[in-house]
């Protein structure tokens, strides 16, 4: 069943299943949500912008809308991926190897996280760049098997994938929303104005 049928699906059914959380008592445990509806919830939470491909001439589509709406030109992309770049390479992205100038970065990611509704990425994605000197905008394209309920589950995950040489620069972004001020709770972390283009690929 497809992300979106699950997180919206019909008013009925759940109206019939008595399940309500207005039932339940405070003392009873928690219902253990599924990791893609925990991700989203975090994740808009978390201030991310959020669309949801069934294939990938939706993902171009999406793409290209996201640029026409903040009136960024193919030009203003940076990517740091060279196989990112092919498969985005109609767009004629800049070819840069820096992000020098650049206004937003496409980028893949290790992992999204459901736990707190993050990214985790690494030096696969960003070569060995600090966020802070990453353009402030952001396009990850990830599909739905890099879904992941822990930054642990994640960890292990690209040490398996990477046994030969585990990538460094090792980071998650979490704060989706650039702010004037920043408060205590996002100090010293690096946000972003993220979109996600997340493709359901199981």
């Not at 509704?117 to 960003?126: A, E, F, M, T």
């Amino acid at each position: 069943m497809s992300l979106f049928k699950k997180l919206f699906g019909s008013k009925q059914k759940k109206d019939e299943s008595g399940t309500g959380t207005d039932e339940r008592g405070k003392f009873m445990p928690e219902i253990k949500l599924p990791t893609d509806e925990k991700f989203t919830i975090n994740f808009k939470k978390n201030g991310g912008k959020f669309l949801y491909c069934d294939s990938l001439e939706e993902v171009y589509d999406c793409f290209s809308n996201i640029l026409t709406e903040n009136s960024w030109s193919p030009a203003d992309v940076c990517c740091l991926d060279s196989n990112l770049k092919k498969t985005f390479q109609h767009f004629k992205i800049s070819q840069k190897n820096d992000c020098i100038g650049a206004t937003l970065l496409l980028a893949r990611c290790e992992n999204l996280v459901a736990d707190n509704g993050s990214i985790l990425i690494s030096s696969n994605q960003i070569k060995e760049s600090k966020l802070n000197d990453l353009p402030d905008n952001f396009i990850v394209f990830a599909t739905t098997s890099q879904l992941v309920d822990t930054i642990g589950e994640g960890l292990r995950g690209i040490k398996k994938k990477n046994r030969n040489q585990i990538p460094t620069n090792i980071t998650t972004i979490k704060h989706f929303s650039i702010k004037e001020e920043k408060d205590f709770l996002t100090y010293g972390s690096s946000s972003k104005n993220l979109y996600l283009l997340l493709l359901e690929d199981l």
